[in-house]
T-cell receptor, first 113, second 114 residues
Framework: DGGITQSPKYLFRKEGQNVTLSCEQN?????MYWYRQDPGQGLRLIYYSQIVNDFQKGDIAEGYSVSREKKESFPLTVTSAQKNPTAFYLC????????????FGQGTRLTVV | AQSVTQLDSQVPVFEEAPVELRCNYS??????LFWYVQYPNQGLQLLLKYLSGSTLVESINGFEAEFNKSQTSFHLRKPSVHISDTAEYFC????????????FGTGTRLTIIP
């Protein structure tokens, strides 16, 4: 089945540690996105990539990093510089050149302990 | 830059009653408009979208939304809700000819009361 796979579903991290969230898609989409979701704030864009080996900062990129070495993969690293990393993280890819339907993964809930 | 406003953070509705979830947007260019639904601890699923043409768009499960350019709105409606409609609903916008970025509203939690 085609889709977007995020792993792990739940992740716990100690303060001061970096952690990487995985996002893989087999939809052959060029564009991929990372969003952060907090209660009452909707989805905020962290980073996005429209093509392999290229990515742009979104609205809240500080404390995060990404890479796009393969079309299928867009991992997100939450660094120790991110002051409030506890959140629900969603990865998405866009269907076509018109930038219409976005397909989302099931999300990763990150908790800093 | 575009923005989306969902004024109602929570909407309780009795089962089989009608519902309207409000969405207003702001953009200096033409836009595409979307409604996504999120069930607990899951990702978002597309409910319906407006790209062009008829301003009234419908989903397969009875929801509809109407694009009103003069009022910059894209309100979501359903004439009779079911328990299974309990979820969070997000309105989103992207710019026509833009860089495919989706901007989301803050979401509306729809709770159906039996």
């Amino acid at each position: 089945d085609g889709g977007i796979t995020q792993s792990p579903k739940y992740l716990f991290r100690k303060e001061g540690q970096n952690v990487t969230l995985s996002c893989e898609q087999n939809l052959n989409h060029d564009a991929m996105y990372w969003y952060r979701q907090d209660p009452g704030q909707g989805l905020r864009l962290i980073y996005y990539s429209q093509i392999v080996n290229d990515f742009q900062k979104g609205d809240i990129a500080e404390g995060y990093s990404v890479s796009r070495e393969k079309k299928e993969s867009f991992p997100l690293t939450v660094t120790s510089a991110q002051k409030n990393p506890t959140a629900f993280y969603l990865c998405a890819s866009i269907e076509d050149e018109l930038g219409t339907e976005a397909f989302f993964g099931q999300g990763t809930r990150l908790t800093v302990v | 830059a575009q923005s989306v406003t969902q004024l109602d953070s929570q909407v309780p509705v009795f089962e089989e009653a009608p519902v309207e979830l409000r969405c207003n947007y702001s953009s200096s260019v033409s836009v595409y408009l979307f409604w996504y639904v999120q069930y607990p601890n899951q990702g978002l699923q597309l409910l319906l979208k407006y790209l062009s043409g008829s301003t009234l768009v419908e989903s397969i499960n009875g929801f509809e939304a109407e694009f009103n350019k003069s009022q910059t709105s894209f309100h979501l409606r359903k004439p009779s809700v079911h328990i299974s409609d309990t979820a969070e609903y997000f309105c989103a916008v992207s710019e026509v000819g833009g860089n495919e970025k989706l901007t989301f509203g803050t979401g509306t939690r729809l709770t159906i009361i039996p």
